[in-house]
C-alpha cells in the first residue's frame, strides 16, 4: 500500500513551508542542474550560467534535467552508431562538399521522368587557372560588351504621339538616357553631373523584360524593348548602327529577355564563356562523372584559342556545380542522378561544372577545421538517471570521436512497454541492491494532493489580431478565489472524470505575485487504478479563477478563467513512476498540457505548483510485460467503444416551410435504445419534439447549401463558413426536416449514425474473444474472416509503382456508394447489418479523411480490425479504437502492426505520430518505415515530423533521435531545415525545453563546418538577429516622419557596417546549396508593403555565379507561407509522378523566427496588377486581353509565343486547383505573378484554409 510521506525543508514541515512562501534551495527543485558545469561556473547562479558556459547554444540558458541527460545519452549512442559507419573526417567531409543525389528510391526521382529527358544536356565548364600554362593576370578572355558605353542618335516612337523624334541616346551602367539635343558644350561631351539636367527619360534596362525586333516592317531598322509601363519603339538611321545598338542592349539586358532572332544573330548564349579557362560542351545525361570530367578536358583540347595546360590526371578531379556548393565526387555516378543536373534537363537550361581537385574535398586545408572544434569538446559529469541512491557516475563526450562512457555502471536500455522492474544492483559508495517494483502488481488508484500555487500573476494573458498582426497583453483577474482542476490524460485523451480541489482565496505575495494555499490538504484518488495507467498518461493541472456563490459552491462552466496549467508524467523517462515532493512550473493560460512537453525545469521566480504525490516503499517501473490484469477489474467496453449509439450536439434546423424560415440552433440527441432523435432549445433543457426514426430516410441536400462570412480579425478579414445541409423523413411521414451541420463531416457522421438507428442496426462484442483467438499466431486471419464484401487492395496489377496521387482517387465501388449515401437510406430485409456497418465504414474512410468515428463505430470497427487489415488508410482509425488501458489490446494492436499491408507512400507513416497515438510501440513502428526515405524525400516532409515532436511524451523519443542521426549524416540536405524549423518553435514556452535541449545537442554534434555556418546564420536572420535589428531601425526612422532617401541612406550605412563582419562565403538559410559572400548594398533596397521588408542582394561566393536576391520579413510570420508553399510543392511532385507537368513555381520560404523570415525572390516576373496597368491603368483589370498583349510582347516571334501560352496554360491550371483545395484567400492582382516566359504563379499566402479578405463588402478574389 502507498502511503504519503512528509517532506520537511530547512527544519519546516510542508505547511509551514508554504505559508512562509519559502521554496526549497534552487538545486534541490533541479537536482541535476550542476551537471556539465566546470568548477570556475559552480559559484555561478545555475538558471543564469545554462550548462555550457563558453560554447555557443542557439537556445541559451537552459539547464540540465533528467530528461535532458537522458537526451544526451541518446544522441550519444547515436553519436557512435554513426561514428562507427563513418568516420569524423567523412562527416566533416560531408558537411563542407555536399553531393545532392538522387537515389534509386527516391521520391522525387521519378523513375517515369527519365522517359520525358532530352537526349543531351548543355553545358558550360570552367577550369582551374592554376592548370593553364600562361599566367592567369595575363590571360585575355573573349570579348565582353556588357559594361560597354555606347551613345548616338535614334528616332523614338512617343506613347501619345505615334510619329517618331530624333533623340540622343546614351547607354551606360545598363541605362539607357535620352536627350532632346546631344549634350555637348564647345565640342566636348558633359559630364555625368551636368547632363543629369538635361536628361528627357530614363530606361532601365534592368527593368526590360524583352528586346525584340520591331512588329512593323514597315519602319526600316526598328527595334522594341518592353518593360512593365510601356513598349518602347526604337529605330536606327542605318544597319551599321541598328547592329551597334541591338547588340549593345542584348549584352546588357538578361539572356532571357533577348529574343531568339537576335540570340541567333549574335550568337548569344544563356551562359556566356568568355573566360580563357571556360568551354562550351553537350554532354550526354548518361555519362558518368569521370566520362564528364574527361569530355570537358577533351572539349577543352579542341578549342579554337585554348590555353595550354600543365601536365594533369582527368582522375584527380571532380565536378562542382558553378555558384552552388553542391558537387558530384562519385566517380562512377551518372550526372543525371544529381538533383540540378536533373532540374536543368526537365527545364532546358545550361548546367554549369567547375572541375575540383580531390585536394581541396579531402585535403588537409579542408579538414584542418576538425582539429580547431577539439576547443568545444568537453566532458559532462553525468550520474545515473535512477532515483534515490542508486547512481552512479558517467562520464562523456557530446562531440568527437570518443565516447568514454563506463559501460559497466550503465544500466541497459529497457523494452517498448515495460522497465527494468526486476533489482537494480548499484555497487558504488557500498550501496545495497534495490527492488524496483512492477506496475501491473499495483491494483490501486493513484493518490495526489495539491499543496500550493505560488507565483501566481495577477492577470490571464490573451491574445490580440487585427489585420496586420499578432500580439499578447494582459487583462486583470476577474475572480478572487481560485481552484486546482487535476486531469489524467493520456495521448491528448481524457482518461477520467476531472478532480477539482476546493476553492481557495487568492492571496497576495511579497513580489506582487498572488499565493494559493490550501491550509488543510486534502488527498484525491484517481478511478484508475496504477496497474492500468499506460506509460504515456499524465496528470495535468490548471488552476482556475472562480467567483465563490453564495450557497458556498464555486462556479462552474463559463463563469471561471483559466489562469495557469502545467503537467507531470505519471511515469518519467526511465519509466518510474512519480513519487513525493514534486514542484512543477506553470505556464500561461495560452497553452494546454495535455499532450507534449510538459515542464522538467524549475524557476523559482515564475508560476509553479506544489504538489504531493504518494510515496511507495521502493521504486515502481512501468510492467506490462505479463499483462495488467485490466479484465479482471474492468467490463471490456471503455469510453472509446460503445455497443450503444448515442450522439448529441449543435445542429441548426429550419421550420417546415424552409424556403421561407431561418436557421434556428438547436441541441439534438440520437437514442438508439429509443431509436429516436429528439431536439431542444438547449444542453438542459427539455425536448420540443422526437422524431422516431425506425424506417427512417436521411439523405444529403447540397441544393440547399449557401456559404456566408464570419469576422475573425478585423472588418476585411473573414471566416468563409457554409451550411452542410441533410433532410430527415420518418417512416410514414411526409414531413421532411431541414438540418445543417457547419462542416461537411459533421454532416457525413450525422447521416451515418441517423442511418444506422433508422436501419435497426445491432451490435454486440460477446464473440470477440472467440474471433480473437482464432486469429492469434495466424497469417491467414484475414481468408478466414472476409465476408462477401472483397477487400480493397491498394496493389497495382501493372508493372509500374503504384502513383500517391492514384491512392487519392476515388475506386470505382466508391462512386456508388457516394451516390447511395446521398440517396435515401432505408430498412431492407434479408441484409446481413454488421457486413454492411463494415462496408459503410470502409467507404467513408476511404472518401473523408477527416471523418470522427463515433464510439459505436469504433466498436463496430475493432470487432471486425482484421478485415482492415488489406487496407492501410484504415489503420490509423483502427488505432483509434484501441483501449490503451488494456494491456492485452495494446499488444495485439502491436503484433498487428508489422503485418499491415504498407502505405503507397512512406509518408502515409507520418499519421502514426498523432497526438492520441502516445503508445511508444506505435510511435517507433512509424519511425522505422519513415526511416525507409531517401534523404531527399525524407526532406520534403521536415515541418511535419518537426511538429509530430509537440505530441511525443519525453524528449528522448524514437522520432527526436532518427531526426538528429539524419542530420549528423546529412548536413546540408536534412541539418539546416531541421535547425530553423525547430528554432522557430522554441520561442513557444511549453516547448522552448525541447526544441532547446535538441538544438543545444545538435549543434554540439554535428561537424565544426556545419556549426560555424549555423551560428553566423542565428545571428544573423534569427528573431533579434542583425537584420532583424536594421528592420526595425528602418520601421523607427518610417515613425519619426524622415524621408524616403534618408530612410534608405541609414540602411544602407547599417548593411555596410555589417558587411566588414561577413566571411568571404556561407550559405543562406533559404538555400544551402548557394554559397554568398558580402552583401551588394547599392542594390538593397526598402519594399513598399505594410512591414517595410528589406529587398537584400548577395554577391556569389564564387566568380561567374549569379547574385542572390532574397527579402527579409520582421514583423510578419511567414509560418503560414513556408506551409503553403510546403504543399504546394508536394501537389507539383505528386503530379509530376503522374506524369502532368503544371509548372507550379513554389519558391522558397524559411521561417527564422515567430515573426521573422526570408522570402525567395522570383527574378524576372511581375505582378499581374502591372500587367493591367500596363493594359489600361484602372480598366485593364477587366480587360480580357491584358494577360495574352503581356506573353506576346515578351514572346515576339510565333514558336516562343506558343511556348508561353502552354506554360501559362499548365501553371494557372495547377494553381486553380492548388489554391481551391487549401482555400486561399485574399487573392488580387498584386499578390499573383508571371514570369516573362508565361509561368503564372502565386505569392503572399496570408489568407488559406477558408479565410478571405474583403475589400468594400466585395471579396476580392478575382483573377
Same mark, same amino acid.
Given at each position: 500500500?502507498?502511503?504519503?510521506?512528509?517532506?520537511?525543508?530547512?527544519?519546516?514541515?510542508?505547511?509551514?513551508?508554504?505559508?512562509?512562501?519559502?521554496?526549497?534551495?534552487?538545486?534541490? %527543485?533541479?537536482?541535476?542542474?550542476?551537471?556539465?558545469?566546470?568548477?570556475?561556473?559552480?559559484?555561478?547562479?545555475?538558471?543564469?550560467?545554462?550548462?555550457?558556459?563558453?560554447?555557443?547554444?542557439?537556445?541559451?540558458?537552459?539547464?540540465?534535467?533528467?530528461?535532458?541527460?537522458?537526451?544526451?545519452?541518446?544522441?550519444?549512442?547515436?553519436?557512435?552508431?554513426?561514428?562507427?559507419?563513418?568516420?569524423?573526417?567523412?562527416?566533416?567531409?560531408?558537411?563542407?562538399?555536399?553531393?545532392?543525389?538522387?537515389?534509386?528510391?527516391?521520391?522525387?526521382?521519378?523513375?517515369?521522368?527519365?522517359?520525358?529527358?532530352?537526349?543531351?544536356?548543355?553545358?558550360?565548364?570552367?577550369?582551374?587557372?592554376?592548370?593553364?600554362?600562361?599566367?592567369?593576370?595575363?590571360?585575355?578572355?573573349?570579348?565582353?560588351?556588357?559594361?560597354?558605353?555606347?551613345?548616338?542618335?535614334?528616332?523614338?516612337?512617343?506613347?501619345?504621339?505615334?510619329?517618331?523624334?530624333?533623340?540622343?541616346?546614351?547607354?551606360?551602367?545598363?541605362?539607357?538616357?535620352?536627350?532632346?539635343?546631344?549634350? &555637348?558644350?564647345?565640342?566636348?561631351? !558633359?559630364?555625368?553631373?551636368?547632363?543629369?539636367?538635361?536628361?528627357?527619360?530614363?530606361?532601365?534596362?534592368?527593368?526590360?523584360?524583352?528586346?525584340?525586333?520591331?512588329?512593323?516592317? /514597315?519602319?526600316?531598322?526598328?527595334?522594341?524593348?518592353?518593360?512593365?509601363?510601356?513598349?518602347?519603339?526604337?529605330?536606327?538611321?542605318?544597319?551599321?548602327?541598328?547592329?551597334?545598338?541591338?547588340?549593345?542592349?542584348?549584352?546588357?539586358?538578361?539572356?532571357?529577355?533577348?529574343?531568339?532572332?537576335?540570340?541567333?544573330?549574335?550568337?548569344?548564349?544563356?551562359?556566356?564563356?568568355?573566360?580563357?579557362?571556360?568551354?562550351?560542351?553537350? !554532354?550526354?545525361?548518361?555519362?558518368?562523372?569521370?566520362?564528364?570530367?574527361?569530355?570537358?578536358?577533351?572539349?577543352?583540347?579542341?578549342?579554337?584559342?585554348?590555353?595550354?595546360?600543365?601536365?594533369?590526371?582527368?582522375?584527380?578531379?571532380?565536378?562542382?556545380?558553378?555558384?552552388?556548393?553542391?558537387?558530384?565526387?562519385?566517380?562512377?555516378?551518372?550526372?543525371?542522378?544529381?538533383?540540378?543536373?536533373?532540374?536543368?534537363?526537365?527545364?532546358?537550361?545550361?548546367?554549369?561544372?567547375?572541375?575540383?581537385?580531390?585536394?581541396?574535398?579531402?585535403?588537409?586545408?579542408?579538414?584542418?577545421?576538425?582539429?580547431?572544434?577539439?576547443?568545444?569538446?568537453?566532458?559532462?559529469?553525468?550520474?545515473?538517471?535512477?532515483?534515490?541512491?542508486?547512481?552512479?557516475?558517467?562520464?562523456?563526450?557530446?562531440?568527437?570521436?570518443?565516447?568514454?562512457?563506463?559501460?559497466?555502471?550503465?544500466?541497459?536500455?529497457?523494452?517498448?512497454?515495460?522497465?527494468?522492474?526486476?533489482?537494480?544492483?548499484?555497487?558504488?559508495?557500498?550501496?545495497?541492491?534495490?527492488?524496483?517494483?512492477?506496475?501491473?502488481?499495483?491494483?490501486?488508484?493513484?493518490?495526489?494532493?495539491?499543496?500550493?500555487?505560488?507565483?501566481?500573476?495577477?492577470?490571464?494573458?490573451?491574445?490580440?489580431?487585427?489585420?496586420?498582426?499578432?500580439?499578447?497583453?494582459?487583462?486583470?483577474?476577474?475572480?478572487?478565489?481560485?481552484?486546482?482542476?487535476?486531469?489524467?490524460?493520456?495521448?491528448?485523451?481524457?482518461?477520467?472524470?476531472?478532480?477539482?480541489?476546493?476553492?481557495?482565496? !487568492?492571496?497576495?505575495?511579497?513580489?506582487?505575485?498572488?499565493?494559493?494555499?490550501?491550509?488543510?490538504?486534502?488527498?484525491?484518488?484517481?478511478?484508475?487504478?496504477?496497474?492500468?495507467?499506460?506509460?504515456?498518461?499524465?496528470?495535468?493541472?490548471?488552476?482556475?479563477?472562480?467567483?465563490?456563490?453564495?450557497?458556498?459552491?464555486?462556479?462552474?462552466?463559463?463563469?471561471?478563467?483559466?489562469?495557469?496549467?502545467?503537467?507531470?508524467?505519471?511515469?518519467?523517462?526511465?519509466?518510474?513512476?512519480?513519487?513525493?515532493?514534486?514542484?512543477?512550473?506553470?505556464?500561461?493560460?495560452?497553452?494546454?498540457?495535455?499532450?507534449?512537453?510538459?515542464?522538467?525545469?524549475?524557476?523559482?521566480?515564475?508560476?509553479?505548483?506544489?504538489?504531493?504525490?504518494?510515496?511507495?516503499?521502493?521504486?515502481?517501473?512501468?510492467?506490462?510485460?505479463?499483462?495488467?490484469?485490466? #479484465?479482471?477489474?474492468?467490463?471490456?467496453?471503455?469510453?472509446?467503444?460503445?455497443?450503444?449509439?448515442?450522439?448529441?450536439?449543435?445542429?441548426?434546423?429550419?421550420?417546415?416551410?424552409?424556403?421561407?424560415?431561418?436557421?434556428?440552433?438547436?441541441?439534438?440527441?440520437?437514442?438508439?435504445?429509443?431509436?429516436?432523435?429528439?431536439?431542444?432549445?438547449?444542453?438542459?433543457?427539455?425536448?420540443?419534439?422526437?422524431?422516431?426514426?425506425?424506417?427512417?430516410?436521411?439523405?444529403?441536400?447540397?441544393?440547399?447549401?449557401?456559404?456566408?462570412?464570419?469576422?475573425?480579425?478585423?472588418?476585411?478579414?473573414?471566416?468563409?463558413?457554409?451550411?452542410?445541409?441533410?433532410?430527415?423523413?420518418?417512416?410514414?411521414?411526409?414531413?421532411?426536416?431541414?438540418?445543417?451541420?457547419?462542416?461537411?463531416?459533421?454532416?457525413?457522421?450525422?447521416?451515418?449514425?441517423?442511418?444506422?438507428?433508422?436501419?435497426?442496426?445491432?451490435?454486440?462484442?460477446?464473440?470477440?474473444?472467440?474471433?480473437?483467438?482464432?486469429?492469434?499466431?495466424?497469417?491467414?486471419?484475414?481468408?478466414?474472416?472476409?465476408?462477401?464484401?472483397?477487400?480493397?487492395?491498394?496493389?497495382?496489377?501493372?508493372?509500374?509503382?503504384? /502513383?500517391?496521387?492514384?491512392?487519392?482517387?476515388?475506386?470505382? /465501388?466508391?462512386?456508388?456508394?457516394?451516390?447511395?449515401?446521398?440517396?435515401?437510406?432505408?430498412?431492407?430485409?434479408?441484409?446481413?447489418?454488421?457486413?454492411?456497418?463494415?462496408?459503410?465504414?470502409?467507404?467513408?474512410?476511404?472518401?473523408?479523411?477527416?471523418?470522427?468515428?463515433?464510439?459505436? #463505430?469504433?466498436?463496430? &470497427?475493432?470487432?471486425?480490425?482484421?478485415?482492415?487489415?488489406?487496407?492501410?488508410?484504415?489503420?490509423?482509425?483502427?488505432?483509434?479504437?484501441?483501449?490503451?488501458?488494456?494491456?492485452?489490446?495494446?499488444?495485439?494492436?502491436?503484433?498487428?502492426?508489422?503485418?499491415?499491408?504498407?502505405?503507397?507512400?512512406?509518408?502515409?507513416?507520418?499519421?502514426?505520430?498523432?497526438?492520441?497515438?502516445?503508445? #511508444?510501440?506505435?510511435?517507433?513502428?512509424?519511425?522505422?518505415?519513415?526511416? #525507409?526515405?531517401?534523404?531527399?524525400?525524407?526532406?520534403?516532409?521536415?515541418?511535419?515530423?518537426?511538429?509530430?515532436?509537440?505530441?511525443?511524451?519525453?524528449?528522448?523519443?524514437?522520432?527526436?533521435?532518427?531526426?538528429?542521426?539524419?542530420?549528423?549524416?546529412?548536413?546540408?540536405?536534412?541539418?539546416?531545415?531541421?535547425?530553423?524549423?525547430?528554432?522557430?518553435?522554441?520561442?513557444?514556452?511549453?516547448?522552448?525545453?525541447?526544441?532547446?535541449?535538441?538544438?543545444?545537442?545538435?549543434?554540439?554534434?554535428?561537424?565544426?563546418?556545419?556549426?560555424?555556418?549555423?551560428?553566423?546564420?542565428?545571428?544573423?536572420?534569427?528573431?533579434?538577429?542583425?537584420?532583424?535589428?536594421?528592420?526595425?531601425?528602418?520601421?523607427?526612422?518610417?515613425?519619426?516622419?524622415?524621408?524616403?532617401?534618408?530612410?534608405?541612406?541609414?540602411?544602407?550605412?547599417?548593411?555596410?557596417?555589417?558587411?566588414?563582419? %561577413?566571411?568571404?562565403?556561407?550559405?543562406?538559410?533559404?538555400?544551402?546549396?548557394?554559397?554568398?559572400?558580402?552583401?551588394?548594398?547599392?542594390?538593397?533596397?526598402?519594399?513598399?508593403?505594410?512591414?517595410?521588408?528589406?529587398?537584400?542582394?548577395?554577391?556569389?561566393?564564387?566568380?561567374?555565379?549569379?547574385?542572390?536576391?532574397?527579402?527579409?520579413?520582421?514583423?510578419?510570420?511567414?509560418?503560414?507561407?513556408?506551409?503553403?508553399?510546403?504543399?504546394?510543392?508536394?501537389?507539383?511532385?505528386?503530379?509530376?509522378?503522374?506524369?502532368?507537368?503544371?509548372?507550379?513555381?513554389?519558391?522558397?520560404?524559411?521561417?527564422? $523566427?515567430?515573426?521573422?523570415?526570408?522570402?525567395?525572390?522570383?527574378?524576372?516576373?511581375?505582378?499581374?496588377?502591372?500587367?493591367?496597368?500596363?493594359?489600361?491603368?484602372?480598366? $485593364?483589370?477587366?480587360?480580357?486581353?491584358?494577360?495574352?498583349?503581356?506573353?506576346?510582347?515578351?514572346?515576339?516571334?510565333?514558336?516562343?509565343?506558343?511556348?508561353?501560352?502552354?506554360?501559362?496554360?499548365?501553371?494557372?491550371?495547377?494553381?486553380?486547383?492548388?489554391?481551391?483545395?487549401?482555400?486561399?484567400?485574399?487573392?488580387?492582382?498584386?499578390?499573383?505573378?508571371?514570369?516573362?516566359?508565361?509561368?503564372?504563379?502565386?505569392?503572399?499566402?496570408?489568407?488559406?484554409?477558408?479565410?478571405?479578405?474583403?475589400?468594400?463588402?466585395?471579396?476580392?478574389?478575382?483573377?
Amino acid at each position: 500500500m502507498s502511503r504519503a510521506a512528509p517532506a520537511t525543508y530547512d527544519g519546516l514541515d510542508i505547511q509551514s513551508l508554504a505559508q512562509s512562501c519559502k521554496l526549497p534551495a534552487f538545486n534541490d %527543485l533541479n537536482p541535476f542542474a550542476h551537471y556539465g558545469h566546470n568548477k570556475a561556473s559552480a559559484a555561478q547562479p545555475q538558471h543564469e550560467h545554462g550548462p555550457s558556459s563558453g560554447r555557443w547554444q542557439p537556445v541559451p540558458g537552459l539547464i540540465h534535467s533528467k530528461e535532458s541527460l537522458a537526451l544526451r545519452q541518446s544522441i550519444g549512442s547515436i553519436l557512435k552508431q554513426v561514428h562507427e559507419e563513418v568516420s569524423t573526417e567523412k562527416l566533416e567531409i560531408r558537411a563542407n562538399t555536399p553531393e545532392y543525389r538522387l537515389e534509386s528510391d527516391d521520391w522525387i526521382a521519378h523513375k517515369n521522368s527519365k522517359n520525358v529527358l532530352p537526349p543531351t544536356l548543355k553545358s558550360v565548364a570552367r577550369l582551374p587557372m592554376s592548370l593553364l600554362t600562361v599566367d592567369p593576370h595575363a590571360c585575355v578572355g573573349r570579348k565582353d560588351l556588357t559594361d560597354l558605353l555606347v551613345f548616338g542618335n535614334l528616332k523614338k516612337r512617343g506613347e501619345t504621339n505615334k510619329a517618331f523624334k530624333r533623340r540622343f541616346f546614351d547607354l551606360e551602367d545598363k541605362k539607357l538616357s535620352y536627350y532632346r539635343k546631344e549634350p &555637348m558644350k564647345n565640342g566636348v561631351m !558633359l559630364g555625368n553631373n551636368e547632363k543629369a539636367s538635361l536628361v528627357t527619360g530614363v530606361i532601365n534596362l534592368h527593368d526590360v523584360s524583352a528586346v525584340q525586333p520591331h512588329a512593323d516592317h /514597315s519602319v526600316a531598322w526598328g527595334f522594341e524593348l518592353v518593360t512593365t509601363n510601356r513598349t518602347w519603339v526604337l529605330a536606327a538611321d542605318s544597319e551599321a548602327e541598328y547592329y551597334r545598338w541591338v547588340e549593345a542592349i542584348c549584352h546588357s539586358v538578361p539572356f532571357h529577355s533577348v529574343n531568339i532572332i537576335y540570340r541567333r544573330m549574335l550568337q548569344l548564349a544563356e551562359v556566356s564563356a568568355n573566360a580563357a579557362n571556360e568551354v562550351r560542351l553537350v !554532354l550526354l545525361p548518361s555519362y558518368t562523372v569521370a566520362e564528364t570530367v574527361v569530355h570537358i578536358f577533351e572539349c577543352y583540347h579542341n578549342m579554337l584559342d585554348a590555353v595550354p595546360l600543365h601536365a594533369y590526371d582527368p582522375s584527380e578531379y571532380a565536378l562542382k556545380l558553378t555558384g552552388f556548393r553542391d558537387y558530384m565526387i562519385e566517380p562512377s555516378r551518372e550526372v543525371s542522378d544529381y538533383q540540378h543536373v536533373r532540374e536543368c534537363l526537365l527545364t532546358r537550361k545550361t548546367v554549369c561544372l567547375t572541375l575540383v581537385h580531390r585536394s581541396k574535398i579531402d585535403g588537409p586545408e579542408l579538414l584542418k577545421g576538425l582539429s580547431q572544434s577539439q576547443d568545444l569538446l568537453y566532458n559532462e559529469k553525468v550520474c545515473h538517471l535512477t532515483t534515490k541512491s542508486s547512481r552512479s557516475n558517467l562520464n562523456f563526450t557530446t562531440l568527437g570521436g570518443e565516447w568514454n562512457v563506463h559501460r559497466q555502471q550503465q544500466q541497459p536500455e529497457r523494452p517498448v512497454g515495460a522497465a527494468d522492474a526486476t533489482t537494480n544492483q548499484n555497487h558504488d559508495d557500498g550501496q545495497h541492491a534495490v527492488v524496483v517494483g512492477k506496475s501491473c502488481d499495483y491494483h490501486e488508484p493513484l493518490r495526489f494532493c495539491v499543496n500550493r500555487v505560488l507565483n501566481i500573476p495577477r492577470f490571464t494573458t490573451h491574445l490580440t489580431r487585427n489585420a496586420h498582426e499578432m500580439a499578447v497583453e494582459g487583462r486583470p483577474l476577474l475572480f478572487t478565489n481560485g481552484v486546482v482542476v487535476v486531469e489524467l490524460y493520456n495521448g491528448g485523451k481524457l482518461i477520467e472524470e476531472p478532480i477539482e480541489t476546493t476553492d481557495v482565496r !487568492l492571496k497576495a505575495q511579497m513580489d506582487d505575485g498572488l499565493i494559493a494555499l490550501w491550509t488543510e490538504p486534502k488527498w484525491y484518488r484517481t478511478k484508475t487504478r496504477l496497474n492500468e495507467i499506460p506509460r504515456s498518461a499524465r496528470l495535468v493541472f490548471t488552476l482556475y479563477g472562480v467567483r465563490k456563490s453564495h450557497s458556498g459552491s464555486s462556479s462552474t462552466g463559463d463563469d471561471r478563467e483559466r489562469i495557469l496549467t502545467t503537467g507531470i508524467n505519471v511515469f518519467d523517462v526511465q519509466g518510474l513512476i512519480a513519487q513525493g515532493e514534486q514542484y512543477v512550473q506553470m505556464i500561461d493560460n495560452l497553452h494546454r498540457c495535455h499532450y507534449g512537453s510538459v515542464p522538467h525545469i524549475v524557476d523559482t521566480h515564475k508560476p509553479l505548483i506544489h504538489i504531493s504525490l504518494s510515496s511507495y516503499h521502493t521504486d515502481i517501473a512501468f510492467d506490462w510485460s505479463q499483462g495488467n490484469g485490466y #479484465e479482471s477489474t474492468k467490463k471490456k467496453t471503455n469510453s472509446h467503444r460503445s455497443q450503444t449509439l448515442e450522439k448529441s450536439g449543435w445542429l441548426k434546423k429550419t421550420g417546415k416551410s424552409y424556403t421561407l424560415s431561418q436557421w434556428q440552433r438547436r441541441w439534438f440527441s440520437l437514442n438508439q435504445t429509443t431509436n429516436s432523435l429528439s431536439y431542444s432549445d438547449d444542453v438542459h433543457l427539455p425536448a420540443k419534439h422526437t422524431i422516431h426514426l425506425v424506417g427512417a430516410t436521411v439523405w444529403a441536400a447540397d441544393e440547399l447549401n449557401s456559404k456566408f462570412t464570419t469576422f475573425v480579425t478585423s472588418k476585411s478579414t473573414k471566416k468563409e463558413q457554409q451550411t452542410w445541409v441533410f433532410k430527415l423523413r420518418a417512416d410514414g411521414s411526409s414531413r421532411e426536416f431541414v438540418m445543417c451541420a457547419s462542416t461537411k463531416q459533421e454532416r457525413e457522421e450525422w447521416m451515418s449514425a441517423l442511418g444506422m438507428v433508422a436501419r435497426g442496426e445491432t451490435f454486440s462484442e460477446e464473440d470477440d474473444d472467440e474471433d480473437d483467438n482464432q486469429s492469434e499466431g495466424s497469417d491467414s486471419f484475414a481468408n478466414t474472416r472476409t465476408n462477401s464484401h472483397a477487400l480493397r487492395s491498394t496493389s497495382s496489377s501493372s508493372d509500374r509503382p503504384p /502513383s500517391v496521387l492514384r491512392s487519392f482517387t476515388m475506386p470505382q /465501388s466508391s462512386v456508388f456508394l457516394t451516390h447511395r449515401a446521398s440517396s435515401a437510406s432505408s430498412v431492407s430485409g434479408g441484409v446481413d447489418n454488421n457486413a454492411r456497418a463494415v462496408e459503410d465504414l470502409r467507404d467513408i474512410i476511404s472518401r473523408d479523411p477527416l471523418y470522427r468515428l463515433s464510439s459505436y #463505430e469504433k466498436a463496430i &470497427m475493432w470487432k471486425n480490425r482484421h478485415q482492415f487489415k488489406n487496407d492501410f488508410d484504415a489503420l490509423p482509425r483502427i488505432l483509434t479504437c484501441v483501449n490503451w488501458n488494456d494491456s492485452r489490446e495494446v499488444d495485439e494492436v502491436l503484433g498487428m502492426l508489422p503485418l499491415w499491408n504498407t502505405a503507397s507512400h512512406p509518408a502515409g507513416y507520418i499519421r502514426l505520430l498523432d497526438m492520441e497515438f502516445a503508445n #511508444e510501440g506505435v510511435r517507433t513502428f512509424a519511425v522505422d518505415k519513415l526511416s #525507409e526515405m531517401a534523404d531527399t524525400t525524407f526532406s520534403y516532409f521536415l515541418p511535419q515530423l518537426v511538429q509530430a515532436l509537440k505530441y511525443e511524451n519525453h524528449h528522448v523519443s524514437p522520432l527526436a533521435k532518427h531526426l538528429i542521426k539524419r542530420a549528423i549524416e546529412n548536413p546540408n540536405q536534412i541539418g539546416f531545415d531541421l535547425f530553423w524549423a525547430m528554432k522557430v518553435e522554441s520561442y513557444n514556452d511549453q516547448f522552448k525545453e525541447r526544441y532547446g535541449l535538441l538544438l543545444n545537442t545538435y549543434v554540439d554534434v554535428c561537424s565544426h563546418k556545419m556549426r560555424s555556418i549555423l551560428e553566423l546564420q542565428d545571428k544573423l536572420f534569427s528573431e533579434k538577429g542583425e537584420f532583424e535589428k536594421i528592420c526595425q531601425l528602418v520601421k523607427q526612422l518610417h515613425h519619426d516622419g524622415k524621408s524616403k532617401d534618408d530612410v534608405k541612406a541609414a540602411m544602407r550605412e547599417q548593411l555596410g557596417k555589417l558587411n566588414e563582419t %561577413l566571411p568571404n562565403s556561407y550559405q543562406l538559410p533559404i538555400d544551402p546549396r548557394v554559397e554568398v559572400g558580402k552583401i551588394l548594398v547599392h542594390k538593397c533596397k526598402i519594399m513598399s508593403s505594410a512591414k517595410l521588408p528589406l529587398w537584400l542582394e548577395f554577391e556569389n561566393a564564387e566568380e561567374g555565379g549569379d547574385p542572390v536576391v532574397i527579402i527579409f520579413k520582421a514583423g510578419d510570420d511567414v509560418r503560414q507561407d513556408c506551409l503553403t508553399l510546403q504543399l504546394i510543392r508536394l501537389m507539383d511532385e505528386m503530379w509530376r509522378e503522374d506524369g502532368k507537368d503544371l509548372a507550379m513555381e513554389p519558391y522558397k520560404c524559411v521561417s527564422t $523566427g515567430p515573426m521573422t523570415g526570408l522570402v525567395q525572390v522570383v527574378l524576372h516576373s511581375v505582378t499581374t496588377a502591372a500587367i493591367h496597368k500596363r493594359g489600361g491603368g484602372v480598366i $485593364g483589370a477587366f480587360d480580357d486581353t491584358s494577360f495574352a498583349s503581356w506573353i506576346g510582347a515578351n514572346n515576339g516571334d510565333a514558336r516562343s509565343y506558343k511556348t508561353a501560352v502552354d506554360l501559362f496554360l499548365r501553371s494557372c491550371a495547377g494553381y486553380c486547383v492548388a489554391t481551391y483545395v487549401l482555400g486561399i484567400g485574399d487573392r488580387h492582382n498584386d499578390n499573383i505573378m508571371i514570369t516573362k516566359q508565361g509561368r503564372y504563379f502565386h505569392i503572399d499566402f496570408g489568407h488559406f484554409l477558408g479565410f478571405m479578405k474583403y475589400q468594400v463588402r466585395r471579396q476580392d478574389n478575382r483573377i
